[in-house]
């Protein structure tokens, strides 16, 4: 046998054995209850959603699911929960990517850093924004709103939900897409924000699909368009922005992530289960009426989408002038 042959033969071999060790210890595993840590409140969409997929995915797994609600300080206190807790293969991170993108640069913590303590195991779903008026209203596109903007700049308002939230820095972004400023006034919930419009304080609303979608089927609110790279399923009339400012696309969105350590094998049957999950009928219809779309990648491809969006943010959070927070 030749050399070249000897270590082709030998390189198959070891292809082999790491094959037959990854799927071994991914039979194995979960071994015990997996713990699921949900860095928001309970009853909020992240909730919601990771009990739903918990409870799908244990029973693929045969074992418990178990959803911990650790809200504060934008995510922090149940990150630093996990990093601080005990270390095994058997607990992530679910969290919207407020979590993800906007805390790191908001919250400069000494405890712990999501960038660096974590990593990307499965992206789970794109939540994207979307723009609402007055029934009332005499504008029915995107571009017949900012047109309204554009001839009366100083009394057209747009209603949105704490500051330096998605959808409070999704006005900036409209705003310089369409080259002009849009005054945003924030409010503490989507309540106000549309209670805002509704009654004439403000001329439009950006939020997420679940507040604003019950209100334009109660003819309160006229959505007239979501933020995604294209049309959504259930919404094929509802235009997406992008249809006239193609760069700008406003997903929110919410994946799973894994302390720094954690075994490939057990980040991989994450992954590849998740999957599965979202593939389910039942499952893509529950969250449809979240306003969340299944998107699934490996956690290669999670990890390079998870850096373009921080870097994203990052900027944005800079332009509009907001100042990080320090933790202890």
């Not at 693929?60 to 996990?82: R, T």
């Not at 849009?182 to 549309?194: K, M, N």
């Not at 998740?274 to 999670?302: I, N």
């Amino acid at each position: 046998m030749t050399s070249l042959k000897r270590c082709a033969c030998v390189a198959a071999a070891l292809l082999l054995a790491a094959s037959s060790m990854i799927a071994q210890a991914q039979a194995g595993w979960p071994a015990k209850p997996v713990r699921l840590i949900v860095p928001s409140a309970p009853g909020t969409a992240p909730d919601i959603m990771a009990r739903l997929l918990g409870e799908k995915l244990g029973r693929i797994w045969n074992q418990q699911v178990i959803v911990e609600d650790k809200p504060g300080a934008g995510g922090l206190i149940g990150l630093a929960g996990v990093k601080n807790g005990d270390k095994d293969d058997h607990v992530f991170v679910f969290a919207p990517a407020s979590v993800y993108t906007l805390t790191p640069y908001m919250f400069k913590s000494a405890i712990v850093d999501i960038v660096r303590d974590f990593v990307p195991v499965a992206m789970v779903g794109v939540s994207p924004m979307m723009a609402a008026v007055s029934v009332d209203s005499p504008a029915s596109t995107l571009a017949e709103v900012i047109a309204l903007a554009k001839k009366d700049p100083d009394k057209f308002v747009v209603s949105t939900t704490t500051q330096y939230s998605v959808p409070h820095l999704a006005v900036d972004m409209l705003g310089r897409a369409a080259g002009t400023p849009l005054r945003a006034i924030p409010y503490s919930s989507s309540g106000q924000s549309i209670a805002a419009v509704v009654g004439g304080d403000a001329q439009m609303l950006i939020d997420g699909v679940p507040p604003i979608d019950p209100m334009v089927k109660g003819k309160r609110l006229k959505a007239i368009a979501i933020f995604s790279e294209a049309r959504v399923p259930n919404r094929p009339a509802l235009p997406a922005a992008a249809e006239t400012y193609p760069s700008l696309v406003i997903n929110g969105w919410f994946g799973v992530v894994a302390l720094r350590g954690t075994s490939a094998a057990a980040i991989e049957r994450v992954n590849r289960d998740m999957a599965t999950v979202l593939a389910m009928p039942d499952v893509v219809e529950r969250l449809d009426a979240l306003g969340v779309y299944p998107k699934t990648m490996t956690p290669a491809q999670f990890g390079e989408y998870w850096s373009g969006e921080r870097a994203r943010w990052e900027k944005v959070l800079k332009d509009v002038g907001a100042q990080p927070v320090l933790q202890q």
